[in-house]
């Protein structure tokens, strides 16, 4: 089974769009899939999978003593897919225990499938990283704004240290270290973790080899959606080469997805975008990513040896520019045609003035964060 659990750090950005259109894309091609949600705090899937009434979800099985596993899985109206809801019949599941936590997981890992989606919540809470870390190819969506890449590479820096921690038991002469440097906040926010692997090496040579083989393994996969135009493109490279520079983590592109207004149409008639409109240009990016899991399904185990990481960001922005040139020949066409209605017009601008309030928001949050840094003497 292929498990691809879907984060982001930052909320907003699509995880739940791609998880659900990517599980019915694949199960269209006719492999097993389930979809899980577990976004738990803020479970929306089953709406976005036109899922509706009273369901039984990962909510009522950690809290029902007569419900088992099996019966949380439930049958969807798209062929070769299952869906397991998450709290949207027991609210406040926020926050699990640990052994909760290992029995949603064993339960997961029996599944029959091809493939399990995991849809999770924004943010670096300890269970969202267990979640993404079943698998060491997870997805980090994400979306051109200096925020969303901040927070993908945040998260992947505590993904990093999440597995340090794992690795250098507490006792270890490693994890000694890592306690220590934990204690001074400071150089913790500065640290290169692949100098700081070389230090571990020194004085924790066994625990630093297991490190190494994790972490040979991981491979995150990105997705950056809500693109506007061909040179969003970069700011997946960035994230890559931050990445890499501090982290010793190397990503995957997996594509791009524009913006595009057809998901409110699709939302509003309660469709997922590629059941709703699968010629569309939203659509068909979701079909491509699709297409690229199925391309590497026999390359999983070995994602080192396989897989051409520079290749992939190069196609990513080939795609981009072609996606763009597409959506441009539609405007035009729209122009031109007696179709452009004022109520086009009006909806185009109104995208336009969330995009800018949301940019200002931004820009503010950033002017306070710098203001503070200076203040507190970190930045001179
Ligand atoms: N490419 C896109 N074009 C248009 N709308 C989009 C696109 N991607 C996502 N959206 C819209 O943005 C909103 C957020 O998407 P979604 O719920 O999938 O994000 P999320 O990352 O799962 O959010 P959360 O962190 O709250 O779970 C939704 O209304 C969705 O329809
Ligand atoms: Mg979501």
């Not at 969506?141 to 921690?165: D, E, H």
Request: glycine share 6%; proline share 3%; hydrophobic share 40%.
């Amino acid at each position: 089974m292929h498990i691809i659990p879907i984060a982001s750090g930052k909320g907003g950005v699509g995880k739940s769009l791609v998880a659900a259109n990517l599980s019915i894309a694949l199960a269209q091609t006719g492999r097993k899939v389930v979809i899980v949600d577990l976004d738990l705090g803020g479970s929306n899937l089953h709406v976005i999978l036109g899922q509706m009434g009273s369901l039984k979800g990962i909510g009522t099985y950690m809290t029902a003593d007569d419900v088992s596993f099996e019966d949380i899985i439930l049958d969807t109206s798209y062929k070769n897919l299952r869906f397991i809801a998450g709290e949207a019949e027991v609210p406040g599941m926020a926050n699990l225990k640990v052994t909760q936590k290992k029995k949603i997981i064993n339960n997961l890992l029996k599944l029959d499938a091809d493939y399990l989606i995991i849809d999770l919540g924004a943010g670096t809470s300890i269970d969202i990283m267990d979640f993404f870390l079943m698998s060491g190819r997870g997805l980090i969506v994400t979306s051109p704004t200096l925020t969303a890449n901040l927070n993908a590479y945040l998260f992947l820096k505590n993904i990093s240290f999440r597995l340090l921690n794992n690795c250098f038991p507490a006792k270890s002469p490693g994890g000694q270290y890592l306690t220590k440097l934990k204690k001074d906040g400071h150089s913790l926010q500065k640290v290169y973790i692949p100098k700081l692997v070389d230090q571990l090496y020194k004085i924790d040579p066994e625990n630093s080899n297991k490190y190494n083989d994790i972490i040979k393994s991981l491979r995150p996969r990105l997705i950056l959606n809500l693109m506007e135009e061909p040179k969003d493109a970069a700011k997946a490279t960035k994230l890559r080469h931050s990445s890499r520079e501090y982290l010793g983590l190397d990503l995957e592109h997996l594509g791009v997805i524009y913006r595009d207004d057809i998901q409110i149409k699709a939302l509003n008639s309660r469709l997922p975008v590629i059941k709703y409109k699968p010629g569309a240009i939203i659509s068909q990016a979701i079909f491509r990513i699709a297409d690229k899991l199925i391309e590497e399904e026999d390359t999983v185990d070995d994602p080192l040896l396989n897989i051409d990481l520079d290749n992939s960001f190069k196609e990513a922005e080939l795609e981009a520019e072609t996606d763009f040139e597409s959506r441009m020949e539609y405007l035009n066409d729209l122009l031109y045609t007696d179709n452009f209605s004022v109520s086009d017009l009006i909806e185009t601008v109104k995208s336009q003035q969330y995009e800018i309030s949301q940019l200002k928001k931004e820009n503010n949050l950033l002017k306070t964060k710098l203001v503070n840094a200076v203040k507190s003497g970190f930045i001179v």
